[in-house]
């Protein structure tokens, strides 16, 4: 059985690192990753006969070049501004172009852009963008919608989860689903993706579908403990001020990004629909109240009120990543 090379740019990012952890579990797989700075890869990593890594800037077409020979497939894992995000896409997508690389990975990863109308202020328009150049391109290009990252969800990005209170905030009445998919789960349907050479075009994948209230109830009977909800106005008030703050401040994400993501998560407007789980049954999603049960509440010091720190393991050499809310369990 011949080697697939697998070509990753952004390894250092912990997503990238999950599909990498996924990828590994086949024997016939090596990975070539891109990244700015090498010391930030773990150990092994860097000490793996199965990994080549090619440090330099997103924009060195001939160290991108270098990066992209060869491989049967690139996968973009980089997280930024503009910037990064679309003159470093198209930096990959001409190198896989001139090298004939036959595949490549656009950085979505988001709820379905493509039902989102033009004009309308997403905070992640590059998803767009990359779409329209890579139709102008030999490279075919594969586009994987997972709604929103489930560890960013309790994230400080959104802003709506409260360690300390042990409280989450939301828009509406409580009642508006969002759809979720964990980074591992997310990785292992990007990797499957990425072995199965007829995979082309826009894939949708879920783990799960939940409201505040659902969230809460799962909580509350899973811990023993009560999860506040506290509402920050009607969904109308949420799109007035994304439209008002992306017309004041277009290119300022960070007075409007994080809102304007969580209205197109959860106005039903840009909802995944049918999904294509089943194309791939080897993988389990990993849902939210697996989640919960796989974790524990963890104090941060004797005497102390509990904080809520959520951390999963996401990297097979036990690197954790903290989130929010939880510690895993043994």
């Known amino acids: 059985m011949s080697t697939a090379t697998i070509a ?24 070539r990753g891109y990244c700015r700075d090498v010391n930030k890869l773990p150990r092994a990593v860097l000490d793996s006969p199965r990994f080549e890594i090619i440090q330099g800037e997103f924009d060195n077409h001939e160290l991108v070049r270098k990066f992209v020979h060869g491989s049967d497939i690139v996968i973009c894992c980089y997280f930024g501004g503009a910037d990064l995000m679309i003159t470093g896409q198209k930096v990959l997508i001409d190198a896989c172009d001139e090298e004939n690389v036959p595949r490549y990975v656009a950085g979505d990863f988001a709820v379905d852009f493509t039902k989102i109308p033009d004009g309308a202020p997403f905070p992640k328009q590059s998803t767009k963008i990359m779409m329209e150049y890579l139709k102008s391109k030999k490279v075919d290009g594969v586009h994987i919608l997972v709604g929103v990252l489930m560890e960013t969800f309790w994230s400080p990005y959104f802003g709506l989860y409260n360690a300390q209170s042990r409280r989450l905030s939301h828009w509406g009445a409580g009642n508006d689903i969002w759809e979720f998919t964990t980074f591992q789960t997310a990785a292992s349907y990007t990797a499957a993706i990425a072995l199965d050479p007829e995979a082309v075009g826009v894939f949708r994948f879920l783990a799960d579908r939940k ?120």
């Open 211 to 330: 409201s505040p209230v659902e969230i809460q109830e799962a909580f509350n009977r899973i811990y023993g403990q009560t999860l506040n909800l506290s509402s920050l106005g009607t969904l109308n008030v949420l799109e007035e001020r994304v439209h008002a703050a992306a017309k004041a401040h277009p290119d300022d994400l960070s007075t409007w990004g994080a809102s304007g993501f969580t209205l197109w998560c959860i106005n039903g407007k840009a909802y995944l629909g049918d999904l294509d789980n089943a194309k791939y049954p080897r993988i389990k999603p990993v849902d939210l109240e697996t989640i919960f049960s796989r974790s524990r509440i963890r104090s941060s010091a004797p005497g102390r009120s509990s904080t809520w720190t959520l951390i999963w393991e996401i990297l097979p050499s036990r690197h954790l990543h903290i989130v929010s809310g939880f510690e895993e369990g043994s």
């Open 8 to 31: 990753i740019a952004g390894l250092t990012g912990k997503f990238a690192q999950c599909i990498a952890k996924s990828l590994l579990a086949e024997s016939n797989v090596s990975i």
